[in-house]
C-alpha cells in the first residue's frame, strides 16, 4: 500500500506527522522539549518525530524513557548540558574575524556540514569533544605557557592517548580543564569536518573575538 499523505495517526487529528517530518532537527528538538520528551540531543530526525507523536498522545513524558541513554547531555529541564555555558552559540566581540563571521555555526552534535571542505563554528563542548575523538585527540596545552594556576595555549594531541605522547610540547589535561579554561577565555573553535576532497580534517583555531590573539 502507498504511503498517505498528511496525519497517519487519526486518534491524534492535532498531531501531523507529515508537519513534522519538514521541520528542522532543532525545531523538532525544541518541539520534543516542549512536549516533555527527555535526552532529545542524541536522537535522529525519525526518532524525536516518533517521539513528539507518543508524547502529544498520551500527555506523558514517558516516550522519553525508550530513547535515552547513560550518556544523555539533558537533565530533566531538557537543557542540553553538554552544550556549555553558551549553548554552543558562537561567542562575538570588536576582533570579530572574517573566517569565523563566514562559518557555518554549528550547535548540535547532529548538524552537518553544508557541504565539504565547509569552515565550522561551535562553543559546543560535545561537538568538539566528539569532533577531537573521532580523530584520535586528547585535551592538552603547550608546555611553558602556563601561568600561574592556569593552563597555557589550549591544543589537541593527535599522536596518541596519555601514555604515548605524540608531541613533547604539549601536556595532556583533562577534558573538563581544557574546557573550563575554553569557556573562561570566551573562545570559539573554528574547524573542519572534512578537506574540500572529502578527506577526514583535523584543522582547528581557537578564536577569541574580544581581542586579536586567543
Given amino acids: 500500500m502507498a504511503n498517505k499523505p498528511g496525519n ?9 506527522e507529515t508537519e513534522l517530518r519538514e521541520m528542522k532537527v532543532d525545531e523538532l528538538r525544541d518541539a520534543a522539549r516542549d512536549a516533555g520528551v527527555g ?15 507518543q508524547a502529544r498522545s498520551s500527555g506523558t513524558d514517558d516516550a522519553s524513557s525508550s530513547s535515552g541513554d547513560e550518556g544523555s547531555s539533558d537533565n530533566d529541564s531538557g537543557e542540553d548540558v553538554g552544550a556549555g555555558p553558551d ?7 570588536p576582533e570579530t574575524s572574517k573566517s569565523l563571521k563566514y562559518s557555518q555555526e554549528v550547535t548540535s552534535p547532529d548538524e552537518e556540514p553544508e557541504r565539504e ?7 559546543h563542548h560535545e561537538v568538539i569533544k566528539q569532533w577531537a575523538e573521532e580523530r584520535g585527540g586528547v585535551p592538552a596545552t603547550v608546555s611553558g605557557t602556563e601561568h600561574d594556576d592556569h593552563l597555557g595555549v589550549l ?12 608531541n ?16 573562561e577565555r570566551q573562545l570559539n573553535f573554528i574547524y573542519q569536518e572534512n578537506r574540500s576532497d572529502g578527506n577526514q580534517s583535523t584543522f582547528f583555531r581557537l578564536e577569541n573575538p574580544g581581542r586579536e590573539d586567543a
Fill in 155 to 166: 591544543r589537541f594531541d593527535f599522536g596518541g592517548d596519555d601514555g604515548d605522547k605524540g
Fill in 87 to 93: 549553548g554552543g552559540q558562537i561567542r562575538t566581540g
Fill in 39 to 53: 535526552s532529545v540531543s542524541t536522537m535522529k530526525k525519525d526518532e524525536l518525530v516518533e517521539a513528539i507523536v
Fill in 117 to 123: 571542505g565547509r569552515s565550522l563554528v561551535t562553543t
Fill in 168 to 183: 613533547s610540547n604539549l601536556e595532556h589535561v583533562s577534558w573538563d580543564e581544557w574546557f573550563k579554561t575554553f569557556d
Fill in 8 to 16: 497517519q495517526t487519526p486518534d491524534t487529528p492535532e498531531i501531523s
